[in-house]
């Protein structure tokens, strides 16, 4: 016969072990524990051991409750949270939902654990949800995972949609509109350099915008009043 685990007197979550009750369920020795709240209950040695059970049900109502009034949600109101949560399941799940053909059919999945609330809003406030941001995957044919996941503003995630086209220049690769952001050019004046003119990738981002002669004479009008040079009316 197997040697018994003595388990007395040990803590698995809200759970303190006080003693053995004699009980046998399934092969398990069956602990009589305490829980913080005060509450007492019996619980198989490989529920406590496997952390299936961490507490009487307590902690459960807890975070049930708290998430009901995290950031003002109520039961009345249905927190951006819990909508963006519901969302997520519906496109990727539901057939019949408008935006399945464009997660749920290219095989896009929500992970296990996100497909209780109660993780997915504690990822959500422990990863810097805000009110406005959307939740976006940094690989977009990966699936909705934390480790492929994170919160972003709308012209971010529009930014990463899989449709856009992506450029490489150097070690970089990022899309038109961070491109022109980041050059300074119009995004629209990037775009004709590249889909119209056929510019070479360099040049369309290195090229200096050339200014029409009517803004360089206003400059260069400016420049000679500034400088007290030229002639006035």
Same mark, same amino acid.
């Given at each position: 016969?197997?040697?018994?685990?003595?388990?007395?007197?040990?803590?698995?979550?809200?759970?303190?072990?006080?003693?053995?009750?004699?009980?046998?369920?399934?092969?398990?020795?069956?602990? &009589?524990?305490?829980?913080?709240?005060?509450?007492?209950?019996?619980?198989?040695?490989?529920?406590?051991?496997?952390? &299936?059970?961490?507490?009487?049900?307590?902690?459960?109502?807890?975070?049930?409750?708290?998430? &009901?009034?995290?950031?003002?949600?109520?039961? =009345? =109101?249905?927190?951006?949270?819990?909508?963006?949560?519901?969302?997520?399941?519906?496109?990727?799940?539901?057939?019949?939902?408008?935006?399945? =053909?464009?997660?749920?059919?290219?095989?896009?999945?929500?992970?296990?654990? +996100? &497909?209780?609330?109660?993780?997915?809003?504690?990822?959500?406030?422990?990863?810097?949800?805000?009110?406005?941001?959307?939740?976006?995957?940094?690989?977009?044919?990966?699936?909705?995972?934390?480790?492929?996941?994170?919160?972003?503003?709308?012209?971010?995630?529009?930014?990463?949609?899989?449709?856009?086209?992506?450029?490489?220049?150097?070690?970089?690769?990022?899309?038109?509109?961070?491109?022109?952001?980041?050059?300074?050019?119009?995004?629209?004046?990037? +775009?004709?350099?590249?889909?119209?003119?056929? +510019?070479?990738?360099?040049?369309?981002?290195?090229?200096?915008? =050339?200014?029409?002669?009517?803004?360089?004479?206003?400059?260069?009008?400016?420049?000679?009043?500034?400088?007290?040079?030229?002639?006035?009316?």
């Amino acid at each position: 016969m197997a040697k018994i685990k003595d388990l007395a007197g040990q803590r698995f979550g809200r759970l303190m072990v006080l003693y053995d009750t004699g009980e046998r369920r399934d092969g398990h020795v069956v602990w &009589h524990c305490q829980c913080d709240c005060g509450n007492e209950l019996d619980v198989r040695s490989g529920d406590l051991v496997s952390v &299936h059970t961490t507490s009487c049900g307590c902690y459960k109502r807890q975070r049930a409750a708290e998430v &009901h009034t995290v950031h003002g949600m109520t039961r =009345k =109101k249905i927190h951006p949270i819990y909508q963006t949560w519901g969302d997520m399941l519906q496109r990727c799940e539901n057939p019949s939902d408008e935006a399945y =053909k464009n997660y749920g059919f290219r095989g896009i999945k929500v992970c296990d654990e +996100w &497909h209780k609330f109660i993780p997915f809003c504690d990822w959500a406030l422990a990863n810097g949800w805000q009110k406005g941001l959307q939740l976006d995957r940094i690989n977009n044919n990966g699936n909705y995972e934390p480790g492929n996941c994170h919160w972003a503003t709308p012209q971010e995630n529009n930014r990463n949609r899989r449709d856009n086209r992506m450029i490489t220049f150097g070690d970089k690769t990022q899309c038109l509109a961070a491109w022109a952001d980041e050059i300074g050019i119009e995004y629209y004046t990037l +775009w004709v350099r590249i889909n119209r003119c056929r +510019w070479p990738i360099e040049r369309a981002l290195t090229e200096p915008v =050339k200014r029409r002669k009517r803004e360089e004479n206003d400059e260069n009008q400016r420049r000679d009043r500034e400088c007290g040079t030229g002639e006035f009316d």
